[in-house]
């Protein structure tokens, strides 16, 4: 299983690289997050590539895939669905939303309002909308791919930190050094720029993936030590807000998949401790204190991680 993960991940992230230069590192995390069915979250300046990511991704699975621009005028059913009047029937009919498809790609979403961001609570936990008192399930596999600019730019509304749980990973992707940057300006040309990535995988391969995923073995020792981690975090005096129970399970199921893409059947703890930033750091809120010392989510959950005694099996 794990081999056959790696040779996906692989293709996804070389087709991915063609037009998002040197963050291989950064695509293989975000790629993990799509195979646990998991939702992710990129945040950064505008202008580095978040939208073209998100739609790289989108374009490199065979499935549907739609784009929603949030912005403050948007409303919930805009989203969801609506129920719509047919005359010449006489009754009313459901008609669906962005969120009926395999991949659906949030832009700023931050820009939306409270009430809009929150018409994606149901549907990012549950994989189902309901309107006039029906659920009706969405496609399988189903991942929000949201971007939001900081929460200082002008005519932004911050996420809550209900909305941000709901996230299985949020990554940065930061400016392009300067090679790199150097070769994106000398290849650019319009036309390549308009280019569609072809698919290299469909849905029903990512759904085996993901379930096959969902079932690797994870060690006592790793649960223990995932959950130690977790403890600390809510404990912590620099901390008003700790990670979840939803949280763990995001940071297994993604360690998993980390795994699975390396060719391994078996998650180690030095797994848990590369994914702690990128599943944890969105969940944690710091004290006002501590953001006035400077304090950063990563800086303490970096220092939290070091002070968690790492299991190690008598093999080594």
Known sequence: MAGNTSVVVNALIDNIDQVIRGKRAEIRLALCCLLTEGHLLLDDVPGTGKTLLAKSIANSIA???????????????????????????????????????????????????????SALLEVMEERQVTADGVSRPVPRPFFVIATQNPRDFQGTFPLPDVQLDRFSMRLSLGYADKDTE??????????????????????????????EIDGLSVAHMVHEYIVAIAAATRSHPDLRLGVSTRGTLALLRV?????????????????????????????????????LRGQTAQSLLADITDSVPVPRTSGG
Not at 90 to 99: A, C, K, L, S, W
Not at 189 to 200: A, F, G, I, K, N
Not at 263 to 273: I, L, N
């Open 63 to 117: 499935g549907t895939w739609k784009r929603v621009q949030f912005t403050p005028d948007l409303l919930p059913t805009d989203i969801t669905g609506v129920m719509v009047f047919d005359q010449r029937s006489g009754h009313f009919n459901f008609r669906e939303g962005p969120v009926f498809t395999n991949v659906m790609i949030g832009d700023e979403i931050n820009r939306g309002s409270p009430k809009t961001q």
């Open 182 to 211: 150097v070769s994106i300006l000398e290849s650019f040309s319009r036309t390549q720029r308009d280019d569609e990535l072809e698919p290299v995988t469909d849905t029903a391969e990512l759904d085996a993936i993901i379930a």
């Open 255 to 291: 360690a998993r998949a980390f795994a699975a893409t390396d060719e391994r059947d078996f998650v180690t703890p030095d797994d848990v401790k590369t994914l702690v930033g990128p599943v944890f750091g969105h969940r944690v809120q710091l004290t006002a204190e501590a953001e």
